[in-house]
């Protein structure tokens, strides 16, 4: 494929509400350019190509082999089903319905208080706690899609001594002689290995241990952690400190390479937007300027967006902090900013002194913490928009530093006895660390863990993990709130807890009652000190709200150490030859640990729209300039270390870095995650964990086939997304939407007046494209993954998809999300083609696919301008696990191959809170429905209910002037309405050089 | 090479095959009639132990709700657990062996397992409760159980079954203190008595008729 020429592209630089015509890739635009009109090609889902590559003879033997098969099917009777009844039946348990437990999390470092479903004793839908302050009701990917890690078949089920199967009284037999060994020197040669323990029980546990045996040593260590921002906040603070932001508070951010928006945790993401939703008509909702590396979700949602490299963020710092006042020495000119764009923002934050805010990047280099500390503190920002406390985490130590004290040890032979609890170090410890060559050297390895993993492999012992459905525990959410971790089924392998195995290394319990023993470890932590009656009430409440009242960490004054500021800055490279390297943490796998979980793979990744890979993302110049095009392979050389990786270009990717994800490239993740994408850890250094220089690329001329939803069902360029900017919105509210409101005449039949009309309305001014919405979709409706393959072919089975469009230029693009469910067309054109009457109206406006009657002929899908009708080519549905039976929703049918489905606007939920509402004689009221996808999306962005009400939610946000159909042109009349974006550019920057590419919007 | 058969021979030859073509296929047909219905209508069911609904509620009186206690309040009418039988069984008839099972699955914590009766398929979302608060009665579906010594099935539970009554739900609408009665038969004005019920009930007959009330 030819490169890239960006020059060739015609750029329509509008400020006039976002007519430029919008684009998906860079081919596309490219091709837009070539042809004048874009050449159009058939989307792959609709692609001959499965076909074409069968002969006659081969479809005849497949066609009668089929037809024998269907015969031979139907001469058997339906087997005889049995009822079997309790023969004690569990309390509060009434008939077969869901019954509901507040639990809580801690996936990543910080914990969302969940509420999960439970039917019949089986968890299977995972929502948010709306009383838990990291919740407020919704949950972000992860936390949805955890439920399916339960039921992973490829969880381990064993304990296992050297690979071979054993027995727990085995493993506490061999720890035993071990740890009376160990206790004569007080413990010397132990040490405990684990990842950010937020659980405060668990942490007393661990200090306990440490005081038994204070030879011992606990060490901590995760690939995405907070050592950065801890050492900035020492180096500005003298002291570790957790920074709080109070985003509801803040009308002016600027964020420093921080994606505080799209990071797991969806506080942050609910709080900022909630307090500009212009749904709500707000004359100023503030502004959100975000300078980065690497384009986050962050960045998409910013007014004013920028790239830079990775070490010009400190001299923006520098030079941000000098324009404020700040003593800062060594600030250089922000070459890497358009003229003028520093200035403006320094003018805007000033103006906004008390209620602006500076956030840094995790990843960036404690010293622009610390410049933001400053900078926030010379605003008067601290204590309003952002506050300081002690750590969430029980030990907040340096886990670099950690990590190498144990390594070190490991290496000198000091180290008997390491236990891991959880972690997978062997793979995603920096290769510079040696981790599995010097855990060689260590006398006895334990490992406990979910997965039988890269660790566990070279470990005497691997101890199946109890899942977080599984134990007792208590967490920390990003404010300290402590909730409880109630399970809700027992271990479904016998899995331990990292109580269980702390307690057994202090020589308590080592019965094999799975949960007693932490069921009352974490009672007694919060019940301490209380008469048993209150004890009781304290336990309940916490349990039944799913958080403990008032636990929140107490906002701690600080004074400002001002010495670093005269510190003069690293030396920042200019431009040269040498590229930028980015570690960033995968958008859907994390840093490994959600590999096997085949949501998150099949998840497009929001900015790429990759699934199942990760790929070495470089920007249009930088692959115009290497001559490189999308899925080439290239080599990846730093410092010593040589990675293949796939090409994929990004606009608004700055142009000498390039960006690899973590979290792929496992080889023992289970079946799902095995050799998918490439292991960017073996590029990582310990010394500089984020971001390096000096990094050589190489084309090899091998190419990589990547599975991406980008170009599937396409929108032909019709204006699916509207947005127009504050200023235009005041003068004329609806000129951006006017032709899409336009009420056109219909030949068919009104809808009834009477009853109920569903309907939603998503917000695109307050979606940040995180898709915690498909996944909830997925989870919801027992939706299948397809695999990589089927990918390619375009037959992924979302629900809803979210969309992600390009405007502008490539090296400054404003990306806009748009996600996609049915329409529920008023008059739906695929009713009018199905040959058998399997896509209907009911009365109250859904558009349903009726599965017993679809015999697959795809007309609908065909004839649907959205394209988001999904069809079961092959059967998706793994019929056969029973594991994942297990998950699956009982109130929704498990589709087979052959039909054809598409979002029900959560029918089972309608129906059911329409039961409830007609047993006791009253109507359904706004909120007694509430779809998967509005439950979890972290900003409300999606409002549903019952247009015939006027007070309803989706009513008032549908009469906003912002309210526009998708291709109104067709006059489907869809129930589903979009709000059109509203950006809020600085009008100082508008105007700007041409570098501001994006002013307009 | 001369030809091997006669003209004649070769249409026998392919009529009979066609023949012999459609007996198979008419078989076919007959048969999966036959058995596409299990257990078939109008025929008992044996269960271990042979439960008798008929001695529960005409001779000794229980009410439905006794032992599928959820039938008003969720999808499910529910079964009852050994623990409820235990509750009179544990005195009475104690030690006979036809009860044998039933005291066998509380001492060993085995539970029983009964043969379904009445049974829809997986695609179908059937509702108890909102059928008993909206006056549907137990018999009108489950037919005079208080006199089946063993239980079989007295309908169809076909969709056409259904719709009959989702149709003209006026035709078998009671009062809802007469749900649970077993003897119930509609009065002379039952159409006029079911339309006012209707009314009262607020039930929404187009409603009825959507396939997303059954199916989803």
Not at chain 1, 199 to 208: F, G, K, M, V
Not at chain 1, 234 to 259: N, Q, W
Not at chain 1, 631 to 650: C, N, S
Not at chain 1, 977 to 986: D, E, G, H, R, V
Request: with cysteine; proline share 7%.
């Amino acid at each position: 494929m030819k490169p890239i020429d960006v020059r060739e592209v015609p750029f329509e630089q509008d400020a006039n509400g976002g007519t430029a015509p919008l684009w998906r890739s860079l081919q596309e635009l490219t091709r837009r350019a070539a042809s004048g009109n874009g050449e159009r090609t058939l989307p792959p889902a609709n692609s001959p190509r499965d076909l074409a590559e069968i002969d006659r003879r081969q479809f005849l033997r497949l066609a009668a082999a089929s037809l024998s098969m269907a015969g031979a099917g139907g001469c058997s009777r339906a087997p005889q089903q049995t009822i079997v009844p309790y023969v004690h039946a569990p309390p509060r348990l009434v008939g077969g319905d869901p019954q509901y437990f507040a639990t809580s999390a801690d996936l990543c470092g910080t914990a969302q208080g969940l509420l999960v479903k439970s039917n019949y004793g089986r968890p299977t839908k995972i929502e948010g706690n709306p009383s838990h302050p990291g919740s407020l009701g919704a949950t972000d990917i992860f936390a949805q899609a955890a439920v399916l890690d339960l039921w992973d078949p490829d969880r381990a089920q064993a304990v296992l001594h050297r690979s071979q199967v054993s027995t727990w009284n085995a493993f506490v037999a061999d720890l035993g002689a071990h740890m009376s060994r160990l206790s004569v020197n007080a413990g010397t040669g132990l040490r405990i290995l684990s990842e950010s323990i937020t659980s405060p029980t668990l942490a007393a546990q661990l200090r306990t241990l440490l005081e038994r045996f204070p030879g011992a040593r606990w060490h901590q260590y995760q690939p995405i952690n907070r050592d950065h921002a801890y050492e900035g906040s020492r180096l500005a603070f003298g002291e570790v400190l957790e920074t709080r932001y109070h985003c509801d508070k803040a009308r002016v951010v600027l964020s420093l390479d921080s994606d505080f928006l799209g990071s797991p945790g969806v506080r942050y993401a609910h709080d900022f937007v909630g307090a500009r939703r212009t749904a709500d008509a707000q004359p100023d909702p503030g502004r959100l300027y975000v300078i980065e590396c690497t384009p986050t979700l962050t960045g998409s949602f910013a007014d004013h967006r920028y790239a830079a490299r990775f070490n010009e963020i400190e001299a923006i710092a520098r030079a941000l902090a000098q324009a404020l006042g700040l003593p800062v020495v060594g600030g250089t000119s922000a070459s890497a900013l358009p003229g003028g764009v520093l200035a403006a923002c320094a003018d805007d934050l000033k103006r906004n002194a008390g209620q602006a805010l500076l956030v840094a990047g995790e990843t960036q280099p404690p010293i622009v913490h610390a410049l933001a500390h400053a900078i926030n503190e010379t605003l008067g920002n601290v204590g309003r928009t952002l506050s300081y406390s002690a750590p969430i985490l029980a030990l907040a130590e340096n886990q670099g530093d950690s990590l190498r004290a144990l390594v070190d040890d490991m290496a000198a032979g000091k180290v008997d006895t390491l236990v891991m609890l959880g972690g997978n170090p062997v793979y995603n410890a920096p290769a510079d660390r040696h981790f599995g060559e010097r855990l060689a050297k260590v006398g006895l390895r334990v490992h406990l863990s979910l997965y039988n993993d890269e660790t566990s492999a070279l470990c005497d012992w691997q101890i199946p993990q109890a899942h977080f459905l599984e134990s007792w525990s208590d967490t920390r959410a990003f404010d300290g709130t402590v909730a409880i971790q109630q399970p809700l089924i027992a271990p479904l392998y016998g899995g331990k807890s990292a109580h269980q195995m702390v307690a057994l290394l202090l020589g308590e319990g080592t019965s094999s009652d799975h949960d007693s023993n932490d069921h009352d470890r974490v009672r007694e932590l919060w019940t301490r000190g209380h008469p048993q009656a209150d004890a009781d009430a304290i336990w309940d409440r916490a349990l039944q709200r799913g958080m403990i009242e008032g636990s929140q960490l107490p906002a701690r004054p600080v004074s400002l150490q001002s010495d670093f500021l005269r510190e003069s800055a690293a030396p920042v490279a200019g431009g040269g030859g040498d590229l930028d390297l980015i570690f960033a943490p995968d958008p859907t796998v994390w840093d490994g640990r959600f590999a096997n979980n085949a949501w998150l793979q099949e998840l497009p990744k929001p900015l790429t729209k990759l699934t199942w890979d990760n790929a070495a993302l470089v920007s249009p110049q930088l692959a115009k300039h290497m001559g490189l095009a999308n899925e080439d392979q290239i080599e990846l050389q730093y410092r010593g270390a040589t990675v293949l990786a796939p090409v994929w270009i990004v606009p608004g990717q700055p142009e000498a870095t390039v960006t690899v994800t973590l979290g792929y490239g496992r080889s023992r993740s289970g079946r799902i995650g095995d050799g998918a994408g490439f292991n960017a850890f073996l590029l990582r250094r310990s010394d500089e964990p984020w971001h390096g220089r000096g990094l050589q690329i190489r084309k090899t001329g091998a190419k990589v086939r990547l599975a991406t939803t980008q170009h599937h069902f396409s929108m032909e360029g019709r204006r699916p997304v509207r947005a127009t900017t504050l200023d235009q919105f005041l003068r004329d509210p609806s000129a951006v939407t006017a032709d899409a409101r336009r009420r056109q005449p219909s030949m068919y039949e009104p809808a009834p007046d009477d009853g109920y009309a569903w309907a939603m309305s998503i917000n695109l001014d307050a979606c940040i494209g995180c898709s915690a919405c498909t996944i909830a979709c997925q989870s919801e409706n027992n939706i299948p993954v397809v695999g990589k393959a089927e990918v390619l072919r375009g037959r992924e089975m979302h629900w809803i998809r979210v969309d992600r469009y390009y405007q502008g230029a490539p090296e400054q693009p404003r990306t806009y999300f748009q996600p996609v469910p049915c329409m529920h067309c008023e008059d739906a054109p695929c009713e009018a083609v199905c040959p058998v009457e399997a896509t209907v109206h009911d009365s109250e406006g859904l558009n349903l696919q009726v599965y017993n009657r679809c015999i697959g002929t795809r007309f609908c899908s065909n004839n649907c301008p959205y394209k988001v009708r999904r069809f079961n080519f092959l059967q998706y549905a793994d019929e056969d696990t029973e594991s994942l039976k297990a998950q699956r929703n009982p109130e929704v049918t498990v589709r087979m191959r052959g039909v054809m489905e598409k979002c029900t606007y959560c029918v089972q939920r309608i129906t059911n809170a329409r039961i409830e509402a007609e047993k006791g004689n009253r109507r359904l009221g706004d909120g007694d429905v509430v779809t998967a996808c509005q439950a979890a999306c972290p900003t409300g962005a999606i409002a549903f209910g019952n247009l015939k009400d006027p007070h309803s939610r989706v009513n008032q946000t549908k009469a906003s002037p912002l309210e526009y159909a998708l291709l109104s042109e067709l006059n489907t009349r869809p129930r589903t309405t979009y709000l059109a974006k509203l950006t809020n550019p600085n009008p100082e920057l508008m105007n700007g050089p041409a570098g501001d590419a994006k002013a307009g919007s | 090479m001369a030809q091997l058969l006669r003209p004649e021979q070769i249409f026998a030859l392919k009529f009979g095959a066609a023949v012999l073509l459609i007996f198979f296929v008419a078989g076919i047909l007959v048969w999966r009639t036959l058995i596409a219905e299990s257990p078939p209508i109008d025929s008992p069911v044996a269960q271990t132990p042979p439960f008798s609904h008929k001695h529960h509620i005409s001779d000794v009186g229980l009410d439905c709700r006794f032992c599928h206690a959820t039938v008003e309040t969720a999808a499910f009418a529910g079964l009852p657990p050994t623990s409820t039988c235990m509750t009179c069984h544990s005195q009475l008839f104690k030690g006979q062996s036809i009860l044998a099972p039933v005291a066998e699955s509380l001492r060993l914590d085995r539970p029983l397992h009964w043969i379904r009766v009445h049974r829809l398929p997986g695609f179908v979302y059937f509702h108890h409760a909102i059928h008993i608060s909206k006056g549907v009665g137990c018999s009108t579906c489950h037919g005079r159980v208080d006199q089946m010594p063993l239980l079989w099935r007295t309908q169809s539970l076909e969709m056409s079954w259904c719709l009959d009554c989702h149709r003209a739900p006026e035709r078998y609408l009671r009062p809802r203190n007469r749900v649970f009665d077993m003897a119930w038969n509609p009065p002379p004005d039952q159409l006029q008595q079911g339309r006012r019920l209707l009314a009262d009930y607020g039930i929404d007959r187009r409603r009825l008729t959507d396939c997303s009330n059954c199916h989803r």
